[in-house]
């Protein structure tokens, strides 16, 4: 149980152009997502927090009209890179708290997308 | 000052050993903590999460917690080099959110 799955794994796109990256959980239902940025040798950095139905929460210092986020059900969120640059290649992953009784507040990550910008 | 400090590492140890993996945190409110492992190029996967003070034990795993002391730890008994990765503390913050440490990178040497 608890599986979060990620699309694509890998992405390689020309600057300027839009990424779309989507977050399921397979086997629960998640009210909150958490989207996550990991460059090189670095541990990971919390960009925004998804809500289903509502707006998501950006960090501070995360552009938000650039990492559109779209959770429109409660087993998918959607983040979208847009214009993407050099600067933007790094790891994105998102993690899924589960909302059902007694899940306690752990949160379950996917595998990760890599994404490229050139 | 960091929110969670981790030393960095790399801890190298030899196959069959403790590895000792250590971290302080400066949330006082905190009341979760997780540790996560994190092979390269891969995700976070869980590996134990803990809530109150004292020892929780699964499998080769121990995670300690002391509130007042803000610090909790993991030790992996009888180190595999399918351990060597890199270990990250997190705490739950407002509104669900992880905070999560640098990472240690351990070793394991056959």
């Known amino acids: 149980g608890a599986v979060v799955s990620q699309h694509p794994s890998r992405v390689i796109c020309k600057s300027g152009t839009s990424v779309k990256i989507e977050c399921r959980s397979l086997?629960?239902?998640?009210?909150?997502m958490f989207w996550y940025r990991q460059f090189p040798k670095q541990s990971l950095m919390l960009m925004a927090t998804?809500?289903?139905?509502?707006?998501?929460?950006?960090e501070q210092g995360v552009e938000k009209d650039k990492f559109l986020i779209n959770h429109a059900s409660l087993t998918l969120s959607t983040l979208t890179v847009t214009s993407a640059h050099p600067e933007d290649s790094s790891f994105y992953i998102c993690?899924?708290?589960?909302?059902?009784?007694?899940?306690?507040?752990?949160?379950?990550f996917g595998p990760g997308t890599r994404l490229t910008v050139l | 000052q960091k929110e969670v400090e981790q030393n960095s590492g790399p801890l190298s140890v030899p196959e069959g050993a403790i590895a000792s993996l250590n971290c302080t945190y400066s949330d006082r409110g905190s009341q979760s903590f997780f540790w996560y492992r994190q092979y390269s190029g891969k995700s976070p996967e869980l590996i134990m999460s803990i809530y109150s003070n004292g020892d929780k034990e699964d499998g080769r795993f121990t995670a300690q917690l002391n509130k007042a002391s803000q610090y909790v730890s993991l030790l992996i008994r009888d180190s595999q080099p399918s351990d060597s990765a890199t270990y990250l503390c997190a705490f739950k913050a407002a509104g669900n959110k992880l905070t999560f440490g640098g990472g240690t990178r351990v070793l394991v040497k056959p």
């Open positions: 998804s809500n289903e139905g509502s707006k998501a929460t950006y």
């Open positions: 993690s899924a708290r589960n909302a059902g009784q007694g899940a306690g507040d752990t949160q379950y």
């Open positions: 086997d629960f239902q998640a009210t909150t």
